[in-house]
């Protein structure tokens, strides 16, 4: 009997997730429209900033994507994948150097030396996780090779 009940609330505790896991997935979908409405209404002339902004919006719509496309390989019972979070964190970080660029522009600021210390963190974060994605491929390859023999 504590077998079956044990059972019977494994299997609603997975039905749960992948209910959850599709409500994420939906508004994820909802948010992606959302920025993409945000874009035509916010971009109103095209100037050098409007294009900084342009460009922000267009990676943060790639960022939603690759965590959608997460959520959607999870549905289909597919292998995780640590290359698409460290796709999430490079385009992160060069959406974090542009809203620095808009922000020193819209300011018409000099080059603050704080500006200028994140944008170089951020471009050290940015060769980092290019390091790493280079190595997991690297690491894939090998491996692939190892099975072929």
């Not at 997975?14 to 409500?23: R, S």
């Not at 209404?41 to 997460?70: G, H, P, Q, R, S």
């Not at 150097?97 to 080059?111: D, F, N, P, R, T």
């Amino acid at each position: 009997m504590k077998q079956k009940t044990l059972g019977m609330v494994i299997r609603l505790l997975i039905n749960a997730e992948y209910i959850i896991h599709i409500l994420v997935a939906l508004l994820l979908l909802i948010a992606t429209f959302g920025i993409f409405f945000i874009v035509f209404k916010d971009i109103t002339t095209f100037d050098e900033t409007a294009v900084l902004k342009l460009i922000n919006y267009a990676l943060l719509m790639l960022i939603v994507k690759e965590v959608l496309w997460t959520v959607v390989k999870f549905l289909k019972k597919q292998s995780f994948s640590v290359s698409s979070f460290l796709f999430i964190g490079v385009i992160s970080g060069i959406r974090q150097m542009l809203y620095l660029e808009i922000q020193k522009s819209v300011e018409k600021a000099g080059h603050d030396w704080f500006v200028v210390a994140e944008l170089g963190v951020n471009a050290l974060v940015i060769f980092v996780l290019i390091a790493a994605y280079y190595l997991l491929r690297k690491a894939d390859s090998i491996e692939k090779m190892k099975t072929i023999e």
